[in-house]
């Protein structure tokens, strides 16, 4: 067994078998880097020495504040960043698509025409395989906004959402399409809410609350009756405000009474109602927004299926920005189901504030030495 003096260990030092104090007693796991705290644990007990089987593990490259493992864990991170990367444009034309036709759908119902309702089935297939092929979608929808009617964003923004969440519930592809033409139809309602209630920029009084609680009912009534889609196909229109706990409107049901794929839509439509300006508040941090749905208004919603959004998206959802405990910034690329405030980021400020050279990638669940002091906002110019 090999003695190492306490004196020759630097921090972040890995070794390929256990640091042991002893022949019986292991101080610190194979593989796992060497922090200040370990070394002056040690000092501060008087071990002048430890040992090993194995030996060091020599890191290919350095960079300020970082050591960049060149091994399988961030080769993986990296691959995954790059395929969603890869496609961006295409995110972005379906986005960009996707919001010309519900904008032309919806101000047509709005007028009083009867605009085809296959133009949106298509939208919803796109949106579908497009989530089908780049599972880590949301890293750039929060990156995504187009210029228009808020109303438009939100509905796109949250099919997107529910997609993501249906697929983790493995629907089958058919059964995602009629998930995704029920979620862009469900303000469907809102198209015959008079404007000046409906596109108010100040706090809705009383009577103009009661007249917008009247939408779901509008838009199932629209749907089943002007357009001739199947009940299963309008009910997300009919409760996406529906609470689990029988608060909510129209019909104010609970549990099990309200549908699936509703609860599916709730929760992406809270989540992304959260993260976006309105007028009578800022918007929520994607963390913070995590925070309130599963703590404040936890009740408001199916856990299991919030549950398996919180998986599929992180609490420090994929996308979105961190302070890390040495200073420096990072974006979320990845999610560890196990370690849920450790996921895996994208260093884009280094600890002096400098956007580093060539793309360092960091994985919280096995990078041991920082951790995440707070979730920020942060414009990549």
Request: hydrophobic letters at 35%.
């Amino acid at each position: 067994m090999k003695v190492i003096k306490i004196s020759e260990l630097k921090i972040g030092m890995r070794f390929s078998k256990p640091l042991m104090l002893d022949r019986d007693n292991i101080f610190l796991n194979e593989k796992v880097p060497l922090s200040e705290s370990d070394i002056n644990r040690l000092a501060k007990f008087g071990f002048k020495e430890v040992m090993t089987l194995g030996e060091p593990i020599e890191e290919k490259q350095t960079v300020v504040g970082f050591e960049v493992k060149e091994d399988q864990n961030t080769l993986k991170i990296q691959q995954t960043f790059q395929h969603t990367i890869k496609h961006r444009e295409e995110f972005s034309k379906i986005y960009r698509e996707g919001f010309e036709q519900i904008q032309n759908f919806y101000r047509k119902v709005s007028e009083d025409k009867q605009p085809d309702i296959s133009q949106l089935r298509t939208v919803g297939e796109s949106i579908v395989d497009h989530v089908r092929s780049n599972p880590n979608v949301s890293y750039l929808l929060l990156q995504h906004h187009l210029e228009g009617y808020y109303l438009y964003n939100q509905v796109i923004r949250s099919t997107f959402y529910s997609i993501l969440i249906s697929q983790a519930m493995e629907y089958s592809r058919p059964k995602m399409i009629d998930l995704s033409l029920s979620c862009l139809l469900a303000d469907i309602g809102m198209a015959k809410i008079p404007s000046y209630v409906s596109e108010k920029t100040g706090t809705l009084n009383e009577d103009e609350y009661k007249v917008i609680m009247k939408h779901p009912l509008l838009g199932y009534q629209l749907l089943t009756k002007t357009f001739k889609l199947k009940n299963s196909l309008a009910t997300i229109a009919l409760q996406h405000h529906e609470n689990y706990d029988g608060t909510g409107y129209p019909q104010k049901l609970k549990k099990q009474d309200i549908d699936e794929q509703s609860c599916i839509f709730s929760i992406a439509d809270n989540f992304c109602a959260l993260i976006s300006n309105r007028p009578w508040r800022r918007k929520f941090l994607p963390y913070d927004a995590m925070k309130t749905m599963i703590s404040v208004t936890m009740n408001k919603f199916d856990l299991n299926i919030l549950r398996i959004f919180l998986n599929k998206i992180s609490m420090y959802p994929i996308g979105s920005f961190v302070e890390l405990s040495d200073g420096s910034i990072g974006q979320v690329v990845d999610t560890n189901h196990s370690k849920m405030l450790r996921p895996s980021l994208l260093i884009i400020r280094d600890l002096n504030g400098e956007i580093p050279s060539k793309e360092i990638f960091l994985n919280l669940e096995v990078d041991s030495k920082v951790y995440i002091t707070k979730a920020i906002e942060y414009n990549i110019i």
